[in-house]
Structures are given as C-alpha cells and as structure tokens.
C-alpha cells in the first residue's frame, strides 16, 4: 500500500508556482459572510498557501444576511481589472449561496461553480473546474494512476465534489457509478470499482468488505470524533487491500488549496487543463 501524498505534492508545487506567478500579477479576492470557525481555517490555509508562492490576496468581511452589501461587493471585483479571481466562501449565511456564485464574472469564478464553467465541464470544453475536483485528477496523474477505461466509484453527489467529478473523469474515459448516502447496498458498487473516491462526509464508511483487492481509494470525508479528524474510509480494515490510499489529513485537502493557485495562473493565461 502506498499513500497519494497530497501534502507532499502541494509541497513540491510551491517552487513551480513561484516560478509562474513571479512573471504575472495575479490578485485573488476572497469574500467571507459572517463568523464562521471552519471558514476562518480554510481561509487561512488559502491565504498562506497563495502568499508562499506570491498571488496577493485581499480578504472582505460582509455581515450576516447583508445580501445588497455582498452584491455590491461582487460587482465591484467583477469590474476591477486588477482582480484575477474571486473566491465566495461557503457557508453564507442568511443568503442564496448558489444564487450569490451566479453573479461572479465566470471568467473570475475560482471554484468554478458558475453556471457557464460548470457546462464547459459538461460539454468536455473544459475552463475552470472545481479544485477538489482537479486536485484529485492531479493527485492521481501525479502518482501514474491511468483514468482511461477505469471503473471508478463516486459516493456522494455534491456540486462542489462528486457530480463535477464524475463529469471530469468521463471527460477523461473512466467509466464512472455516482452513488451516496441513500444508495442501496453501496457495496454492490465500491465492490468492482477500481477507484473509490468517498466524499459523502460519513466517518468510516468504507471498509475492507466494501474494496477488492488493489483498489485505488481516495478519501475526500473529513469527519471529527472525540477531537481528531478521519476520513470516510475506515484505513485500518482497507489499508491492506488498497494499492494506493489519500490519508486523512493531508491527503486531498492540500491539493484542493493548491489547485487555487493552479486554477488563478490557468485564468490569468487563459490555458486551462
């Protein structure tokens, strides 16, 4: 068993970012609704992991419900051509989040969440795609883990993870089953996957009956118990059936906040993957 070090890989993505970002000036936005504890730690790894390889990044604050204010906000980063991209932290209380993401210029939409990227990923005319999304396809190029004619198994059907995963990889010729939590008998599916990729947010929910032997797991769950973090995989009972396995943490987290940077530099040159 091997791990698909995401830490590791963002690591090493720092000194190729450098090198890009030094030659462009790239302004990334962030706005955060209210006070939220998870959003103030995602937005500091972001922070931190954009300033280690030079993209600026400007930070607003709007109250909770303040919907007009938050309009106004994203209207003025939409016409500000010094702003790349922008970035609305979820959750955002008190106000549409889907319907708040709509407003951003999709040529400035980092999470690539905007009607018109997420039909470009439809379409297989890929610009931006999710980060989650193109960190976990990175993760595994990354590794030699080919996609072509690979069964793989998604569970959970988000629209931030698993329905812009599953488009991503058949873009890629995986054959892919989009199952979640109400799927009946999960394991009749994960069972005869060459890749499970699990973000449905349940703490240890894929075990070893679940896997055959040599699958390829990638853990997207982030789940708490008694103060320490565990994915949606139980690793003790499949870590000796897995050819490869993300840890949890440190294993598809680091690549989703790398892939900000990847998906700032692709908006500013306008190359996509």
């Known amino acids: 068993m091997q791990l698909l070090d995401g830490k590791k890989y963002s690591d090493e993505l720092v000194s190729e970012y450098k090198k890009i970002v030094s ?52 209207n003025n980063l939409n016409n500000d051509s010094k702003v790349t991209g922008i970035i609305l932290q979820s959750p955002i209380p008190g106000i549409d989040f889907n319907k708040m993401v709509e407003l951003i210029d999709s040529s400035k939409d980092v999470d690539g969440l905007t009607k018109n990227n997420i039909y470009n990923l439809y379409i297989n005319n890929e610009t931006i795609i999710p980060c989650t999304v193109k960190g976990i396809i990175k993760l595994l190029e990354h590794y030699k883990i080919s996609l072509k004619g690979a069964n793989v198994c998604i569970i959970g059907r988000s629209n931030i993870v698993g329905k812009p995963l599953a488009l991503a990889l058949e873009n890629r010729d995986a054959t892919v089953t989009l199952c979640h939590s109400k799927t009946k008998d999960l394991h009749l599916y994960t069972k005869n996957a060459d890749i499970v990729i699990s973000a449905v947010g349940i703490p240890k929910l894929i075990t070893g009956d679940y896997v055959k032997n040599g699958v390829i797991c990638v853990d997207v769950g982030i789940n708490r118990i008694n103060n320490s973090l565990c994915g949606d995989f139980d690793y003790e009972s499949v870590k000796d059936k897995a050819l490869f396995i993300t840890p949890v943490p440190g294993g598809v987290g680091p690549m989703t906040v790398s892939m900000i940077v990847d998906n700032l530099i692709a908006m500013k040159k306008n190359s996509y993957i």
């Open 23 to 74: 030659d462009l000036d790239i302004l990334l936005s962030i706005i955060q609704v209210g006070n939220n504890i998870s959003s103030d730690i995602y937005i500091r790894n972001k922070i931190k992991y954009c300033e280690s390889v030079g993209v600026k990044v400007n930070l607003y604050h709007i109250d909770n419900g303040d919907e007009k204010s938050l309009k106004e906000l994203i």
